[in-house]
């Protein structure tokens, strides 16, 4: 089955410091993976997607097949990147599987 | 329009009682899909509709839950005996369409109907 785990519920990081927020899936066909992001009151929107291979807001994601994570990464974290991130797999002709979730706490 | 909108923003309900939740799509979207996001739980998938192919119904919990899409464009989620367990926020999401590696299917999402069931 497919399957998306982010091991953190939350992750506290100070400002100016580096942050990653693990996700690892589990699908055995060619994935496509997002990371979607919801700042406090508004809407869940994307952030990133692997195939784009971008770095939007300061944040990169690898696709690593091999060790079947994408974890996204930032080098200097900031207070307007607290939000919730969820990573996301797309199969086929089908609707994105979400992992539960990491809220990202940037401390000033 | 400007985006996904859903209606009412906010829901309370008490158990038992049938409730309409409503989503207006992105005009010219063929993708619809629904979620249940709930703490604890992340995001639920519930329901995808994709042009006029028969829906998606496998992430529906119960057959108390059902969803129409009218015309290719307004879908009515519609939960029938609330329980307190269906309290959570509803999300609404539209993409252009649906398809592996399509650049189109950014999914857009809804500012979604908080449920509260007493």
């Known amino acids: 089955a497919q399957r998306v785990t982010q091991p953190e519920k939350l992750l506290s990081v100070f400002k100016g410091a580096p942050v990653e927020l693990k996700c690892n899936y589990s699908?055995?066909?060619?994935?496509?993976l997002f990371w979607y992001v919801q700042y406090s009151r508004q809407r869940l929107q994307l952030l990133l997607r692997h195939i784009s291979r971008e770095s939007i807001k300061g944040f990169t994601a690898d696709l690593n097949k091999g060790e079947t994570s994408f974890h996204l990464k930032k080098p200097f974290a900031q207070e307007e990147d607290s939000a919730m991130y969820y990573c996301?797999?797309?199969?086929?002709?089908?609707?994105?599987?979400f992992g539960k979730g990491t809220r990202l706490s940037v401390i000033a | 329009g400007a985006g996904v909108s859903q209606s009412p923003s906010n829901k309370v309900t008490e158990k038992g009682k049938d409730v309409e939740l409503r989503c207006d799509p992105i005009?010219?979207?063929?993708?619809l899909y629904w979620y249940r996001q709930s703490l604890g739980q992340g995001l639920e998938f519930l329901i995808y509709?994709?042009?006029?192919?028969?829906?998606?119904k496998s992430g529906l919990p119960s057959d108390r839950f059902s969803a129409e899409r009218t015309g290719g464009s307004v879908s009515t989620l519609t939960i029938q005996r609330t329980q307190q367990e269906d309290s959570a926020v509803y999300l609404c999401?539209?993409?252009?369409?649906?398809?592996?590696?399509?650049?189109?299917?950014?999914?857009?999402f809804g500012p979604g109907t908080r449920l509260t069931v007493l």
């Open positions: 996301a797999l797309e199969r086929g002709n089908t609707p994105l599987v």
């Open positions: 005009s010219g979207h063929t993708a």
């Open positions: 999401a539209s993409s252009l369409t649906s398809g592996h590696g399509s650049s189109y299917n950014e999914q857009f």
């Open positions: 509709f994709q042009g006029n192919s028969a829906p998606d």
């Open positions: 699908y055995s066909g060619s994935p496509e």
